[in-house]
């Protein structure tokens, strides 16, 4: 029996849908066409291997991220330090999770100064 390469791809989204249990593999928000939370299936850019699934969301900013780990990073401490610097919600505990961060890259300035 031989299986066309669109009916391959329906069967793995399919399996990911089961394994995912019908949610985004990273912000874990199920999908719901009727709110446009949308399935994409991810993939790897350098070798074509499927991830899993993403909402559209997560997908659009995972590829923004051109799947760098070291902007991934840098995206996490500047959040990390604006909310530090502002206060959100009072979220001061945020402190010593930044300060882990700017410990694993030492390029990291932040500008002390207040205006």
Not at 22 to 48: M, Q, V, W, Y
Not at 71 to 91: P, Q
Request: proline fraction near 2%; charge should be positive.
């Amino acid at each position: 029996m031989n299986i066309s390469r669109n009916k391959k791809r329906e069967i793995e989204i399919a399996q990911l849908m089961i394994i995912q249990n019908s949610k985004c593999g990273i912000c874990f928000k199920p999908f719901d066409p009727e709110r446009n939370n949308l399935k994409h299936l991810d993939h790897c850019h350098a070798t074509g291997k499927v991830r899993g699934l993403l909402c559209n969301k997560c997908n659009v900013s995972l590829g923004h991220m051109e799947d760098s780990i070291e902007r991934l990073e840098m995206c996490i401490k500047y959040i990390l330090w604006w909310k530090e610097e502002h206060a959100i919600n009072g979220e001061k505990d945020y402190k010593h999770e930044l300060a882990k961060l700017l410990e694993m890259d030492s390029t990291f300035k932040i500008d002390k100064r207040k205006k």
